[in-house]
């Protein structure tokens, strides 16, 4: 097994491949003149035979990550004669998971086919907006739901905890989150404004928060406007602190200066993507061991 990262590793690539004891190397990539990408495995990284695992995110240029995903399948099939697999810490196109308005792509659907057709015969993504959304994949793949290395940098610094989901399709990361925490969880409700994008939230009272400190656990906080809805809500029902989890962002500064007017207290979030705000109210957290057990539940060995 050898590791390969591309243009847009955070870090996992390597991190992988010594937890594993694998090799590890990085593909020659270069822009043309034209923009067009191009990526070459050199010759003392990979060997006939051997299964390859590609690092590869998709924020920031999310376009150009995605070819250069597709170009390294291509080359990998190629000298080893074997299909690789894809980690995507971040997969962009995820959030049009269906056909909301009539005349729409299913972007995740064009996005998961095209790198198998390149020849990924495997695929590990990190927290994907809809776990569902996978069956577009013709291979193997496995989710990553963060929950364990969320839960260790949580533990130790919450009192009392609650966990909350900021809508019905966050459910199962916040239920999974409150049981390693060994604690519970609530879900607000969330609706979205198809034509404007505008979220509203419709908030029951939450008298049990009162004193305690709150995670509101999301896949991703992005323009931030759904996170910053619940921390403020949050923070006027009384909660003593409010910590935000995510698998990826804060992706812009808006974001953060809307949290931090929300009143949130610190954001951990995984290192998913190229870009990361740096931040004191930020930590950023690489799920290593996560990652590798998947691609061994890819491999068929873990
Ligand atoms: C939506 O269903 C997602 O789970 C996130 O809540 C949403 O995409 C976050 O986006 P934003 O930060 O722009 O509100």
């Avoid at 070819?67 to 080359?75: G, Y």
């Avoid at 980690?87 to 056909?99: G, M, N, S």
């Avoid at 809805?229 to 909660?239: H, M, N, Y």
Wanted: aromatic fraction near 6%.
């Amino acid at each position: 097994m050898f590791v390969v990262s591309l243009s847009c590793d955070p870090g996992i690539g390597r991190a992988v491949a010594a937890e594993a004891g694998w090799r590890y190397c990085e593909a020659v990539r270069k822009v043309f003149p034209d923009g067009e990408r191009y990526v070459r495995i050199p010759e003392d990284c990979s060997l006939k035979g051997e299964r390859a695992v590609v690092v590869q995110s998709m924020y920031p240029n999310q376009d150009s990550m995605m070819v250069e995903a597709l170009l390294a399948a291509d080359a990998l099939k190629g000298v080893t004669g074997l299909e690789p697999i894809a980690v995507v810490p971040y997969l962009a196109y995820a959030r049009q998971d269906r056909v909301f308005l009539s005349g729409e792509a299913v972007s995740v659907r064009a996005v998961l086919r095209a790198l198998h057709s390149a020849g990924y015969g495997g695929l590990v993504v990190l927290d994907v907006h809809k776990e569902d959304s996978l069956k577009h994949f013709r291979g193997t793949s496995v989710n990553v739901l963060p929950v364990n290395t969320l839960a260790k940098a949580l533990k130790g610094v919450v009192e009392r905890p609650l966990v909350i989901s900021p809508d019905k399709g966050a459910a199962r990361r916040a239920e999974a989150l409150s049981r390693a925490l060994g604690t519970e969880y609530r879900i607000v409700e969330k609706f979205r404004d198809r034509f404007t994008g505008e979220i509203r939230h419709r908030f029951a009272p939450m008298p049990e928060i009162r004193g305690r400190d709150v995670i509101v656990v999301d896949d991703i906080v992005s323009t931030g406007g759904t996170m910053a809805s619940v921390v403020s809500f949050l923070r006027e029902q009384g909660a003593r602190k409010v910590f935000v989890a995510v698998s990826h962002g804060p992706l812009t500064k808006k974001a953060l200066a809307r949290l931090m007017d929300a009143g949130v207290t610190k954001i951990f979030s995984m290192a998913t993507t190229c870009y990361r705000l740096e931040h004191p109210l930020i930590t950023y957290l690489k799920p290593v061991g996560e990652v590798l057990q998947a691609i061994k539940e890819v491999l068929g060995t873990g």
